[in-house]
């Protein structure tokens, strides 16, 4: 598709269970983001990709937090032991290394009851 | 580490009338700034950035802003909004740095347009 697209628009899940969230983003950006946007609040950074590696993951909250891009392209945010406090929308974004602009999708809207 | 402030939460203005939204920063060199719009079921949208040169930044759907590097601010204006302009709008401040344009936003200013 043109932009980018993210999987599932909406997640309603359990405490305690395990989640995947799935961002593919626009062909040819090198660069992947991923953010966390509660409600009432702007987006929060979680990590950064360059290619298929994590180049910054310093906004993961703790180690129940994972994310990958194993072929550079679509990235996999990975929630393990979900609580409450993990809802949220999460928001992906692409863009290409030094143009300063990203694209964000849609995202996806996450609830831990 | 930077940080933005947004100072009003929600403003409501009427359609035709003049819009500022303020915006703060706190970065200890030169950042890159921007604008962001959220409307209802849609993604985030660029509506203009600052990285340098001219301090007035003209962006899409005739917003502008203005670097003030005394004032730490980067405040959105439009002359006469319109219905559609209705939205939650975002600003952000990103370090300057090879690829990793990671930003960070404010709390968003929520914009109500009354006819």
């Known amino acids: 598709g043109a932009g980018v697209s993210q999987t599932p628009s909406n997640k309603v899940t359990e405490k305690g269970k395990y989640v995947e969230l799935r961002c593919d983003p626009i062909?040819?950006?090198?660069?992947l983001y991923w953010y966390r946007q509660s409600l009432g609040q702007g987006p929060e950074f979680l990590i950064y990709f360059q290619g298929t590696g994590a180049a910054d993951d310093s906004g993961l909250p703790n180690d129940r937090f994972f994310a990958v891009r194993p072929e550079g392209s679509v990235s996999t945010l990975k929630i393990q032991r979900t609580e409450r406090g993990d809802s949220a929308v999460y928001l992906c974004?692409?863009?290409?290394?030094?143009?300063?602009?990203?694209?964000f999708g849609e995202g996806s809207r996450l609830t831990v009851l | 580490a930077q940080s933005v402030t947004q100072p009003d939460i929600h403003i409501t203005v009427s359609e035709g009338a003049s819009l500022e939204l303020r915006c703060n920063y706190s970065?200890?060199?030169?950042?890159?700034l921007f604008w962001y719009v959220q409307s209802p079921g849609q993604g985030l949208q660029l509506l203009l950035k600052?990285?340098?040169?001219?301090?007035l930044v003209q962006g899409i759907k005739g917003f502008e802003a203005e670097f003030k590097r005394s004032q730490s601010s980067f405040n959105l204006r439009k002359p006469s909004v319109h219905w559609s302009d209705a939205a939650e709008y975002f600003c952000a401040v990103a370090t300057r740095g090879f690829g990793n344009e990671k930003l960070t936003f404010g709390t968003g200013t929520r914009l109500t347009i009354i006819p």
């Open positions: 974004a692409s863009g290409t290394r030094n143009t300063g602009e990203l694209f």
């Open positions: 600052y990285f340098s040169g001219d301090t």
């Open positions: 970065y200890g060199a030169t950042p890159y």
């Open positions: 062909s040819g950006h090198t660069a």
